[in-house]
């Protein structure tokens, strides 16, 4: 997808309540990665993750926003014109402040961390979304009283098959695995993969070989690598990596809450955001895409880094800083995954970026 004016096309979801602009969409210059703002919708309150998809209308481009709310929401937006416009009606997900959403079996599925549940929403003609078909609903808890009282569903995906959703719950320390039903849309659970206690799993990605995954701790600042069996539905725990170097100890680490994690193209490094610790972490990965070691951590560009992206052409990386407000980009080095800044946008309460 391209701008008015023949650049690429990036999309920024920012935090209403603290100051946001609500969903920001922006042109991206394919020479210098920079981002310029074209325009701005605050219809979708703290819009706090975005996925993109198509409809069957007029120019079939489709942005889906999740509403981080107490009583949570989940939107359309058209995005054929420089300011996004919704599309169909903002509907409840029957869910407490979701805060990821992803697109499956021609579903809007949200993963709902205030109730502990997954929500499923079909997608209507056109692209904009009808009213809830199921709700899933996480039990467990972890030994943080703080934090794992109860379920607490972070992220919500498919799997590169197509033929799986993985649910990565915080709460519980677990990823659990379903199918949906292609006639209903029901979401029934397959099995669930119970890692390191206290951890808080909060992301996952897929590695390119789609045989692999890592899954990025919150509570603990390391991400699990493990083995994806895409024909039986079944997560293995491989080994646990730190994303923080041995100096930061102590409550330095544990104040780190590390955000996202993102494969490279070539799935030879993983790159970490780390909120407390205002960085990104570059890991490195072996041909077997099966042990990660720590390469180096460089600045955000900002404070409180929510949010990672990797261009489409996979040469830079774009961070959300959310109490800073700002995106920033990084040239990645093809050579190292070393990421190098090369500018900043300002965009209050920015909690991610995507990419058209």
Request: charged share 15%.
């Amino acid at each position: 997808m391209v701008s008015s004016n023949g650049a690429g096309r990036a999309f920024i979801g920012s935090f209403t309540s603290a100051g946001g602009r609500g969903v920001i969409a922006a042109a991206v210059d394919q020479d210098t990665g920079a981002l310029t703002v074209l325009g701005a919708t605050d219809a979708v309150p703290d819009p706090s993750y975005l996925v993109l998809g198509r409809g069957t209308g007029p120019g079939g481009a489709v942005l889906y926003a999740v509403s981080e709310t107490e009583r949570g929401a989940a939107a359309a937006l058209d995005i054929t014109h420089d300011v996004p416009r919704p599309l169909g009606e903002v509907r409840p997900v029957d869910g407490d402040s979701p805060t990821h959403l992803a697109l499956a079996g021609g579903r809007l599925l949200t993963a709902n961390y205030g109730s502990g549940s997954v929500t499923v929403l079909p997608v209507l003609a056109g692209g904009s979304l009808g009213p809830v078909v199921s709700v899933l609903k996480h039990e467990g808890s972890g030994p943080d009283a703080g934090r794992q009282e109860g379920p607490h569903a972070h992220q919500v995906l498919p799997d590169p098959s197509g033929n799986w959703v993985l649910s990565v719950d915080l709460g519980t320390d677990s990823v659990r695995i379903c199918t949906l039903d292609p006639d209903t849309g029901e979401l029934r659970p397959h099995g669930e993969t119970v890692l390191q206690p206290g951890t808080g799993p909060r992301h996952l990605a897929f590695h390119p070989d789609g045989a692999h995954a890592y899954v990025l701790n919150e509570l603990e600042p390391t991400v699990t690598v493990c083995r994806w069996d895409a024909v039986a539905g079944v997560i293995e725990a491989v080994d646990a990596t730190p994303v923080l170097p041995a100096e930061a100890t102590g409550d330095t680490a544990a104040a780190s809450y590390p955000s996202e994690v993102v494969v490279s193209h070539d799935g030879r490094f993983l790159w970490v955001a780390n909120r407390g610790h205002d960085s990104i972490s570059v890991i490195g990965l072996d041909a077997t895409g099966e042990k990660a070691s720590l390469v180096t951590t460089v600045g955000c560009g900002g404070h409180w880094p929510r949010d990672l992206a990797l261009d489409p052409a996979g040469r830079r990386l774009y961070a959300a800083n959310e109490r800073s407000g700002n995106v920033a980009w990084f040239a990645v080095d093809p050579e190292t995954g070393i990421p190098a800044q090369e500018g900043s946008l300002e965009a209050p309460a920015a909690s991610c970026v995507i990419f058209a």
